[in-house]
């Protein structure tokens, strides 16, 4: 029996991690979750920085204030350094004064998974880890501002900055603002004549 029991730890320690929806510890259908993608850590370490894979892979944390993101306030998405999975709006970043950059949410929440952290024995955390390609990402806390009251406390070495998308072309506006027609309404004016 004894035997048995210890196959079936085996088992559930060795499964793929949980896909969480926020909070709660449901799975997302397969059509929801990005490409799964897999290296070995030597893999890993020739594509990143040593900080970077020291974070993403090793689970360290950066120093407070260290990281190029933390007091970023400009525009744009944040996606995974590894993968490239695009995790956090920069409109739900927030200062927390903790050095770390902060969001009240994940772009979608099926980008993100969640386990419990008891790497430090005087609390246990939340960790937030990429669901695309596992990379830690940073830990989720309860004392964020409304309207979610969670405070995603995330390294700055596990994100990459996309730039928001370009403003449209000054010439387009220009040719639309002086009453040129698109191809579609010309059409539409040679049917009524």
Not at 52 to 77: C, D, L
Request: net charge positive.
């Amino acid at each position: 029996m004894s035997r048995l029991l210890a196959v079936f730890a085996v088992a559930i320690l060795t499964a793929s991690p949980v896909f969480v929806s926020g909070d709660d510890r449901g799975t997302t259908s397969v059509g929801d979750r990005p490409k799964r993608v897999e290296k070995s850590n030597a893999d890993w370490a020739k594509v990143l920085t040593r900080e970077q894979f020291m974070v993403t892979r090793m689970k360290e944390t950066e120093p407070a204030n260290s990281g190029k993101y933390a007091h970023y306030h400009g525009k744009g998405i944040f996606a995974c350094v590894c993968c490239g999975t695009e995790l956090f709006d920069a409109r739900y970043k927030f200062e927390s004064g903790t050095g770390w950059p902060s969001f009240n949410r994940p772009i979608d929440k099926t980008r993100i998974f969640t386990e419990q952290d008891f790497s430090m024995p005087e609390e246990v955390r939340t960790e937030v880890m990429c669901a695309t390609c596992d990379a830690h990402l940073g830990h989720v806390f309860g004392d964020g501002p409304p309207p979610t009251g969670l405070r995603f406390c995330i390294n700055s070495a596990s994100l990459k900055l996309v730039k928001a998308p370009a403003a449209p072309d000054p010439k387009v506006k220009a040719r639309t603002a002086k009453g040129a027609t698109s191809p579609k309404s010309k059409t539409a004016a040679k049917a009524k004549s």
